[in-house]
Structure formats: structure tokens, C-alpha cells
């Protein structure tokens, strides 16, 4: 026969039922047998008695009676069914039962007969059983039919007793096996893909487009949604049907309960409850969800609240606590907060589920005492009716209800485990839109104008210009008020900064000998020649007859040259003004002291006579070692550097659990070694563990990680799950706060060299199968972090970058994608990756931005001043308004201006004198219609910049070269003859500029000679290096 069954579960869930009656307590303990007959009723759709039919079969057996008796089980059922079940009734229970297990008998039923031979059998095994007159029935099925009425005329005739045994038998069903469960999890998937995916879109969709919609109708369309593919999480259609017809609410009109349908109201935009449930090869799921159009502070606090009684419902959720206690913690929280919400909270808060949409007998209420056990799941619900909302007008607006579901399953230790993993914060669920006053200032007016005549298709017109103007005065004004927040909270952060003074780190004193006992005592050092110790990684010189020690450290560089018969040997040390590297600075423990800046050795090249030697070769071996032991010396250091600040790791915890969510043939970058190699990827109890096919192990935490990011390849040739973290993590002797671990999808490199056709029946089928392999690596993915998510109890939240607000910019020296996502802007596909916080943002700022220029600039100004800005250069102009929307949208603060700006610069200013800064004008000096507005059209916005920060006026002359200096580096490359520089420029052909350039190099020199460290060093002509504003002094 086509259909199979499961022998293995038949048998093992078989015996459960049995040992569950056999120490059955109360009712059930005390029956003779079981009796379960189910007929034909398409209107029943659940019922305990095809529950367990499915429970014990994986199908519905109509038109058929099983008696479970205590040595025997009996099954009739027609010819085809019997021939199903003989799977069953072959082997151990077929003789005589075994290892708990009933021997099964099987008796076809007669069509035409009324079966009376095989009610007698029937009948004489239910008296032989135990005593004989007590029956376990299931007392709320009933179902019609003349089978099912010759049955049971047949059992009534005989005078049993019947005892309703629907509580014991849900009692044994109700904690899940692995398989079930597994079952469940698909179905909550498929229930939360479906709201996401379709539900939530088409509201927002009809909030956006302010259509009219009935309840029944969204109900229909979701119903129908389950038939497409692409919202069933790669499920099959013909295993998913709706566990009830979804029930949508609104206007008012509420009942926070699963019996109701969904009304023929229009849907009004408020409070809109959603309850949906999903079943997936006959296991329920369910979910309930409130958008919220526009809500209210007072709507936002119950929904909060009833946030905090869904989680201490799901703490109080485990292996052994009664149900009654259940509901008691959570009244509780209701009445120690908020009593006055008593009488408005859902009678119960929710309810098993299997198998059967709600089972009766396992409830979450007061009174009941069943105990929970691992593995049971549940509906939870909870829910808040007839909340008033002051704001309301309109009789549907006067009072609202809240309601909140998810399904859960009960663990051993922690709290319930919740499946449907859709987001329930209210910046999840709460759709905010656009104020409207404008537009509700004005309906008398409107109203007037079209009783004077004027057409609809005029006032629609009208009515849409306003509202674009509107949507533009909104961004300006949005953009003003963060300006004020923004210099209001900057001021408060740095004057609470202002106590933490940042001590400069000094540089490591490195002492050669720390007594003249130590010194070698060389043949060398007694003869004056210069002597490398390694141990102490120390140049012992001769210095005026005396053997000096210098550390390797304080030697900067060393030369070697022969001229003529003589090799000179000159050595550079460290010493203040002498640069250490571009962040370092002069930076000694005792910068007042003397220093000795260089030394050089001369050495003859001729050999004199008796020795073997030449003198020189004494320098030549010196420079040698030197070489050597500095090269060591740096490596080691180096090493250190990375290893500063490098915070330690917790341990991580491994869970030898198989079934831990695992990704395998994943590459890491960077990588551990210099060739790439891959590895698989595990998640453990509190980390992510990567074991690389050499045996390399990178652990990374689940507490260290900043942004968890998941790249799919949609559009990409690589799929890539994506590590910030907060602090930087060692692995291949570098320290690293990006790691990626990345797989390729399909060719990476086409050869061109290959005659392609577009109908070449290998390309296409090449095509295909990628087009496969994308789906199939993107599903493993999306599992993969659905199940780390549900292990972290979503604590751990991967983002997915938004694609379509993504804009094309250089933040390194290549172009590459950079995409938004809830919390920052990535770009995870090129190397090195790009990953900015928002929340540690405080204002961007585009430069360059001209209506004759193509592309713009970004600066990222952070929080932090004395972090360096980022910028990303090259952005199309054609990305600027969707980049001031997104940006508008995050509440951030943004500024253009026409000019590059010297960053370093202001930001030292700023970092330098805080309050002076905001006494000033904080930020606005970047704002176009700041205090510069009335600027004549040719000042530059470097000019006002420094206005803002120097009110000192200086000299002429200066202000005439801070032109020169400061004209924009967009208009050389696109040979603008309007420059917005000085007039004196305007008009020189090359060779006067190529003049000037010479005569300005001369003159830079020159002062930087003469006013080393004083004066201000002046850069080249227009075009040389990135532009600038220059230094003015301050008063």
C-alpha cells in the first residue's frame, strides 16, 4: 500500500497509553477497557478520538472501532484500512504482546451486513477485559452515521458504564516526542512567515493607501496566502491547512477569543488584534499579534505591560509547576502594578496544543491542578478589553483591546521556549505616521471652496501639492528640532566628560642595565668597539673612551657607507621632534632632558699589518646584528601592541548536545592562516565556536557581540554571516573586532574564453541548478539563525541589511554596496568589512555637494570627539534624497555644505575648548541657513566655519590666503570656471599657476625651517592634497 506507518512510534506511544492507564489515577486507573469509535463528519475538525488516531497512525481512520482492552487491541475497519494497520499487527504484537505492549487484532468490517459477528467479537473482549463493565469513552464525541448508531446500539444493549477518560488521555499525550516537536516548530514557522510576510505588509500597505478594507475580507486573503509557496518557509502546500479562520479586529468592536469570526466591519486604523494559527501534518501552532496605527502614550503603556505579564508567564512556565500557580504569578503582577486592569484581563491565559487546536483539560487558569512537563506546548495568551483611549472621538476610537499570543513549549530548567518568533515590541508592531494637522486645519475652508465650485479634480490637486510641501517643511523641521537635541545633549556628555581627564600614555622606558655589574665584559667593550648584547637587546658604543649601553628601542634607524678607504656607520636615535609615527607624537617619559639625536662611526678599510682583520668589519657586523635584533625587537612588540587592551573572554561553554545548530564548509576571514580554509560553525550555550578542517579554533560570545549581521546572496556571489563585536577578539596573532564566516555561491569567475549561448542547454541548466543552490544554502542560513535566535531566547539578534535603501560609496579605497540595517550601516561582502552603530553617531555631514557634481562625500561624526570621523567618498548624487529620508527616519541629524572640510582640525578645536564650542553655536556653523545665510554667494563655507569658531578678526592678508588655500578640490577636477575661490585665480592660464605652485613650495619651505613647531605650515597651491580650513589663532 502507498501509505507507510511509523511501527516504531505506533509501539512506543502505544505503550505510553497503556502505562498511563495502568497507574491512572482516579477515573481512568479504574476503567476496564477503552472504547474510541470515529465515523464520518467532515464538520468536526478536532476531536480527542481522531487525535489519537493521528497520534498513533499519522492518519484520520474513519468509519472505525478500536478497543484497547487490557491484553488485547482490537481494531475493525474496512478491507483498505485493515490491510494499512497490518503494519502494525505484525511481529511481537500480533502473538501475544510484549514488552508492555497489547497483542493487536484485526476484523474487517461487512458492507452490506450490520456487522453483527464482528460486534459480538467486539463485545466478548470488552467483558473480558479486567472486570468488564466499566468503559472509557471520549464523552464529547459523537458522530453520526448508521455504522456509528449500530455500534453503539450494539454497546447500549449490553448496559456498560461509561466513563468519560478525554482529561487522562490528554493528560499522556500532551509532552511532545523530538519528532513532534519538530513538527510544531515547522508549523510556528510557517504562522510567523505568514504574518510577517503577508499580513503586516498588506496592513501597512492599507494604513499607507488609506483603503477601505472589510475584516472577512484580510481573513480571506490570508487564508489564500497559505497556498503560495514563498510564504510557507519551503513547506509543502498540500501538509499546511489553517487551524482556524483567521480573526481580525478592530473600531471598537473586540472579543479576545478563538470561536469568533471575523466581522464584515471595515477595519479601522487603532488598535487591529490578529489571531492566526497555522497546521503543519496535523500539528497546530498559533499566534496573536496588535498593530498599533499611530498609538497613544496611554496605548503604549498597557501594551507594555501586558509585554511584561507575557514574560513572567513564560518564566513561571516549567517542568513541574501547576497550572493554577501559573495564572496566580501572574495576577499577581497585575495586582501589585496595575489592579484597576483586573476585570479587563482574558478569563484564561492559554492552553495545550497538539494535535488538537486547544485541549479543554490543560488550561491556564485558577483552578486547575494539572502539573506541566517537559515538552508540553502551549497557546499563550494574553489580553487586555474595553481599554478607553481618551484621545477618541469617533464611537470606534473610544475604547480599544490588547492582545498578545504566542506559541511556547515547557522546558525542564529555564523559562518556556517561545516558536513563533515574530517581533512584539512595540517599534515592531506600532506603525507611526506622519502628523496630519495641517490637513486638519483646513476642512471648513475646503468645504467652503467646494460649495463656491470648485471641481474635485482641482481640490485633489491642491490637496496634494500641500501635502508633498507639507512632507518637505516636515523633514526641515524634524531636522531643527534634532539640531537643539543634539547640542543640548552633546554640551550635557562633555561637561560630564569634563572630570575624566585622559592621562597620555607615556612611552615604555626601556632600560638597558639596571646596575654597571651587568655589563658584559667582552673582549670587545674593553677594546672600545662597538658590541651588540642580544640577551638585553642593548648597543654597548664607545661615547668619549667609555663603553655606553642603548637600548635597541632608542635607536631609530641606522646607515651604512663606504667612501673611499674609510666605512662610515651612522646611527639615528628617537629623541623629541624627531617623529615616532603619525599617532604617537613626542611622547617621553622626560622630555626636558638631553638627547643625543646621532652618532657616527668611521672605520678604516685597509688591513693593517698582523692583524687578520680589516677595522671595519667590527662596523660592517655591528650594522648586521643591529639590523637583527631590531627586527626582532619590533616583531615583539608588535605582538604586545595587539594584545593591548584586549579584553579577556568568559570560557565557553560547550553543550555536547548533537543538536546543536550547525553551519559546515563555511570560510573564515579573515583567515586564521595565510590560505583560506574552511570549517564549520557551531552554536554552544553562551558562543559560537569555529573549528577549521586543520583543527584552528575561534570562539566568539554571544555577550561580546555588538551587531550579528546575516548578508544573504541575493545579488551577491557570497552569503555571509557577519560578527561585530564590541571587543576586539586574538586569533592568527592579530587582534580583530570583524569576523565573517562566509560561503560562495556559484562561479565567482566566469571564463570568457567558453562560446556561450544564451539557449545552450548546459548554461541554462547551470543556471538552474544555482538558482537551487542559492535557495538551498540561503534555507540552511535562515535555519541555522532561527535556531541560534530561539537558543539565545533572542537575546542574540541577527539583522538583514535593507537592500533597496542601500547606496553605492567608497569608505576604503574600492566602491562597494553599503546597506542600512535597524541598527547600523554595513557593508559586509568586500574586505575589509564597513560596520558603523548608529546609536554612536552624532551628526553626518555631505560635502561636496554641488548641483554641477556627481558624486558627494559622508562624514560620520561619532559621540565621541576624540574618535577620528569616517568618511565614505563617491556616493552618486542620485542617492542624496534617499540617503536624507533614511537618515531623517533614524533620527539623525544631517548637514550639507559645498565644501571638504579639515576634520582633524575641527575636531581638536572642539576637543580642545567644549564649552566655547556650544557657546558659539555648537554645530549650526555646518547648517547652509545657519548664521552664514546672508553671506555674499562667493564666500566659501570654510570662511564661515571659521567665523563660527574664531570670532577674532585677523589681518587681511591671511583671509586672502585661506582663499588660495581653501578652493575646492571638485572644481579643479571639473575645470569650473566659476570658482568659488578668490577673483585673483579666475582667468591664469597653467603656466602662471605651475609659477605660483613653485613659488608657494619655496616659501613653505623656507618657514618650515625657520618656524619649526610655531609657525603655521602652509600647504601647496589649489589641487595639491585634500583642501582644508586653515589655522586661525584664537584670543
Known sequence: MALSLDREAFSRRLRRLYASWQKGEDEFGGVDAIVVAVGVDEEIVYAKSTALQTWLFGYELTDTVMLFCEERALFLASRKKVEFLKQVAQGKGAEGGGNGLPAVTLLVREKNESNKANFEKLIEALKGSRGGRRLGVFAKDKFPGEFMKSWNDALSKEGFEKVDVSAAVAQAMAAKEEGELQLMRKAAAITSEVFTKFFKERVMEIVDADEKVRHSKLAEAVEKAIEEKKFLAGADPSAVEMCYPPIIQSGGNYNLKFSVVSDKSHMHFGAITCSMGIRYKSYCSNLVRTLMVDPPQDMQEHYGFLLQLQETLLRELRHGAKLCDVYAAVMDVVKKQRPELLGKITKNLGFAMGIEFREGSLVINSKNQQRLKKGMVFSINVGLSDLPNKEGKRPEERTYALFIGDTVMVDEDGPAVVLTSVKKKVKNVGIFLKNEDEDEEEPDKDAAEDLLGRSSRAALLTERTRNELTAEEKRRAHQKELATQLN????????????????????????????????????????????????????????????????????????????????????????????????????????????????????????????????????????????????????????????????????????????????????????????????????????????????????????????????????????????????????????????????????????????????????????????????????????????????????????????????????????????????????????????????????????????????????????????????????????????????????????????????????????????????????????????GSEAEPGESESELEDETFNPSEEDEEEEEDSDEDYSSEAEESEYSKDSLGSEEESGKDWDELEEEARKADRESQYEEEEERGRGRKRKGPPGRGRPHPPKKKRK
Not at 646596575?515 to 677594546?527: C, F, I, M, N
Not at 546575516?710 to 592579530?734: S, Y
Not at 549561448?757 to 535557495?775: I, S
Not at 540552511?780 to 535593507?802: D, H, Q
Open 488 to 931: 543640548e545633549d552633546a554640551r550635557r556628555r562633555l561637561t560630564e566628560q569634563r572630570g575624566e581627564q585622559q592621562t597620555q600614555k607615556a612611552r615604555k622606558s626601556n632600560v638597558s642595565y639596571k646596575s654597571a655589574a651587568l655589563l658584559p665584559k667582552e673582549p670587545h667593550v674593553r677594546e672600545m668597539k662597538i658590541y651588540i648584547d642580544k640577551k638585553y637587546e642593548s648597543v654597548i658604543m664607545p661615547v668619549f673612551g667609555i663603553a655606553t649601553p642603548f637600548h635597541i628601542a632608542t635607536i631609530k634607524n641606522i646607515s651604512m657607507s663606504v667612501e673611499g678607504d674609510y666605512t662610515y656607520l651612522r646611527i639615528n636615535f628617537f629623541c623629541p621632534g624627531s617623529a615616532l609615527g603619525r599617532n604617537e607624537g613626542n611622547i617621553f617619559p622626560n622630555p626636558e632632558a638631553t638627547f643625543v639625536k646621532e652618532i657616527t662611526y668611521r672605520a678604516s678599510n685597509l688591513k693593517p699589518p698582523g692583524e687578520q682583520t680589516v677595522p671595519a668589519s667590527n662596523l660592517q657586523n655591528a650594522f648586521r646584528i643591529i639590523k637583527e635584533v631590531q627586527k626582532r625587537y619590533k616583531t615583539r612588540e608588535a605582538e604586545e601592541k595587539e594584545k593591548e587592551g584586549i579584553v579577556k573572554q568568559d570560557s565557553l561553554v560547550i553543550n555536547l548536545n548533537r543538536s546543536n545548530p550547525k553551519l559546515k564548509d563555511l570560510y573564515i576571514r579573515p583567515n586564521i592562516a595565510q590560505k583560506r580554509m574552511q570549517g564549520a560553525l557551531e552554536a554552544h550555550v553562551n558562543g559560537f565556536r569555529f573549528t577549521s578542517v586543520r583543527g584552528d579554533k575561534v570562539d566568539i560570545l554571544y555577550n561580546n557581540i555588538k551587531h550579528a549581521v546575516f548578508q544573504p546572496c541575493d545579488g551577491e556571489m557570497i552569503i555571509v554571516l557577519h560578527f561585530h563585536l564590541k571587543n576586539a577578539i586574538m586569533f592568527g596573532k592579530k587582534r580583530h573586532t570583524d569576523v565573517q564566516f562566509y560561503t560562495e555561491v556559484g562561479e565567482i569567475t566566469t571564463d570568457l574564453g567558453k562560446h556561450q549561448h544564451m539557449h545552450d542547454r548546459d548554461d541554462l541548466y547551470a543556471e538552474q541548478m544555482e538558482r537551487e543552490m542559492r535557495h538551498k544554502l540561503k534555507t540552511a542560513f535562515k535555519n541555522f539563525i532561527e535556531k541560534v535566535e530561539a537558543l539565545t531566547k533572542e537575546e542574540l539578534e541577527f539583522e538583514v541589511p535593507f537592500r533597496e535603501l542601500g547606496f553605492n560609496g567608497a569608505p576604503y579605497r574600492s566602491t562597494c554596496l553599503l546597506q542600512p540595517t535597524s541598527s547600523a550601516l554595513v557593508n559586509c561582502t568586500e574586505w575589509p568589512p564597513f560596520v558603523v552603530t548608529l546609536d554612536e553617531v552624532e551628526l553626518i555631514h555631505f560635502e561636496r555637494v554641488q548641483f554641477h557634481l556627481k558624486n558627494f562625500d559622508l562624514v560620520i561624526v561619532y559621540k565621541d570627539y576624540a574618535r577620528k570621523v569616517t568618511m565614505i567618498n563617491a556616493i552618486p548624487v542620485a542617492s542624496l534624497d534617499p540617503i536624507k529620508e533614511w537618515l531623517n527616519s533614524c533620527d539623525l541629524k544631517y548637514t550639507e555644505g559645498v565644501q571638504s572640510l579639515n576634520w582633524t582640525k575641527i575636531m581638536k578645536t572642539i576637543v580642545d575648548d567644549p564649552e566655547g564650542f556650544f557657546e558659539q553655536g555648537g554645530w549650526s556653523f555646518l547648517e547652509p541657513e545657519g548664521e
